[in-house]
Every structure is written in C-alpha cells, then in structure tokens.
C-alpha cells in the first residue's frame, strides 16, 4: 500500500476529466495511490455525436464505460471503481425551472442515483474507504457544484461514508475502521475564471461572449479565500485536455464552453481549487498546492 493515499469520487464518466484530471495524474505520477469512484454511468448525459444520437440510455451508458476507461489509460489511474459495482446506480438526470437553475426531473429512472437510499449507497463506499484507506478524499460541495441531483447525492454519500468508515461497531463486515484524514469540496477556481474573462476581453476572444462579469460572479458564487488548495495544470494542460476529449459523447471540444475551459488553463494561477471540509486544515498561508500539505506523509 502506497505511504499517500487520494480517492476522489464523481457523479458520471467525464466529470473526472472536466474537474480532477491534474490532480489525477499528478498523484499517480508521484506514486500515490489513486482510486476514482464514479457513481452512474452516466446514461441520460446529453449526447454530441450525432451518429450516437440513435442510443438508449442503455447504450449510451456502456459507450460511456468505454470512454472513461480511455480517459483512465490517458491520466494513468489504474484504480477505477463503480459505486456499488457498474450499473448499480441510474444517472438521475436533471432539468432546469424557469430561472435557469438546475432541479432533478420530475420522475427519475428507476434505480436512480438521486433516489437511492442514502445508507445503502454510503456503505457501499465505507466498503472501499475502509479496503483503500485513504487520508484525503475529495467531492462536490453540498450544492454538487452546480446543483444536478447526482452531484448533490455524491456528496451526502461521500460525507455520510467518510464518518461512517471510521465508527468500529458500524458495519464490521465491511472491514476494519478507517478514519479519512482529510475531506475536501472539488470548487471552481475564483480567481483563474475571473483573470480568463478579462484576457479574453483584452485579446477579443469571443469563448466568453454572451457572460458579463455580474454573470460570472453569480456563476462562480465563491470567496477566493475559501479555496484552501490548488493543483496546477502546468505542464499537465495536453494530458487533461486528452483526457476530456476521450469523452466524445459529451463534450465537444470545439464548443465555447470547451474551448473555455482549455483557455482557463492558460491563466495564472491556474489549476484545480479544493475546499477544506473536514479533518485536518491545511498549514496557514493561503492556498496550498499539496492535498496532502500538513499530514505528514
């Protein structure tokens, strides 16, 4: 077992390589051991290919399978789990209500990730914290980001099983106690959006057009004091930007919002922002760029 141990957990294939793909492949090449666990296979995401446009959510979830195993080989993870085991969580969907915000649907699939039973789903994950062990573990915040239900629900899961893992007498079946040293919010990246937006307009860049800095601020909706660390892209911006076109049912990369996201990279100050939500803080003096910054491994 390797002396540093990460586990991040999303939602559906893609989110890994849109949010965590530095992080990733950072830790996986300093020899920590790396475990990404996906809740859904992402069946009802909105489908770019045209010659996919045919697919059933069924289908769609077993192309997707195929397209994060690539992402893996691109980032180097070699530890991928499936919440429950493949298949055993629905990609809930989402919609959106008259102001533009994200709600779940009316009625989900069934054996959808949003309606699953939160103790079930939290033990299947208290199963693999306790066989990985790792110190840090890293999720959505309580809103899942940008507010789609699976989001939200990995992080009640997430947070529940981080607890739950370290209580003796809880579920001794499923191993030894493990207490996670660390929980971290995966957050967006304050300052590198807002210094993006205003190259963009300085360069006449048109990624951006259609957002107005009010917009942006409402977008993003977070103190840059809060981010407590930031893994760099440098030198890793080829990889991640691999690892996210190896989705190609989801994302197209020639889209604005892609094409975005490559330019935020670009930035100073660049990289993936974290919260810290429990356990041990990170040492005093602004943004760290180590998750595993002040616990001595």
Request: proline share 7%; aromatic share 10%; glycine share 8%.
């Amino acid at each position: 077992m390797s002396e540093r141990r990460l586990m991040l957990v999303h939602a559906h294939p893609d989110d890994e390589s849109s949010q965590s793909p530095a992080t990733l492949s950072r830790y996986v090449d300093e020899g920590a051991q790396v475990t990404l666990v996906t809740c859904t296979l992402g069946e009802l995401g909105e489908i770019q290919m045209p010659e996919l446009a045919h697919y059933s959510p069924a289908q769609l979830g077993e192309h997707r399978f195929t397209e994060v195993a690539e992402a893996m080989q691109i980032l180097g993870v070699t530890d991928h789990q499936w919440l429950g085991g493949r298949g055993r969580y629905h990609d809930s969907g989402m919609t959106t209500d008259e102001h533009g915000n994200v709600i779940p649907v009316p009625e989900p699939p069934e054996s959808s990730f949003w309606t699953a039973d939160l103790q079930e789903a939290a033990n299947h994950l208290v199963a693999l914290l306790r066989d990985r062990r790792p110190q840090v573990v890293a999720t959505y915040d309580p809103f899942g980001n940008y507010g789609h239900p699976d989001h939200i629900q990995a992080h009640r899961v997430t947070m529940y099983a981080s607890q739950l893992a370290a209580i003796p007498f809880h579920r001794p079946d499923l191993g030894e106690p493990w207490q996670v040293s660390r929980v971290l919010w995966i957050t967006h990246n304050p300052t590198a959006w807002t210094r993006a937006f205003e190259r963009a307009e300085e360069e006449g860049l048109t990624m951006f057009d259609g957002w107005d800095k009010e917009t942006l601020e409402r977008r993003l909706n977070l103190d840059p004091s809060q981010v407590a660390a930031v893994i760099p892209y440098t030198g890793r911006e080829e990889k991640c930007f691999q690892a996210l076109a190896a989705h190609r049912s989801q994302v197209d990369v020639d889209s604005p919002l892609w094409q975005a996201f490559s330019f935020i990279r670009t930035v100073e100050g660049s990289g993936e922002a974290y919260r810290f939500a429990a356990g041990v803080p990170f040492p005093e003096g602004g943004p760290a760029d180590d998750l595993f910054a002040g616990l001595g491994v």
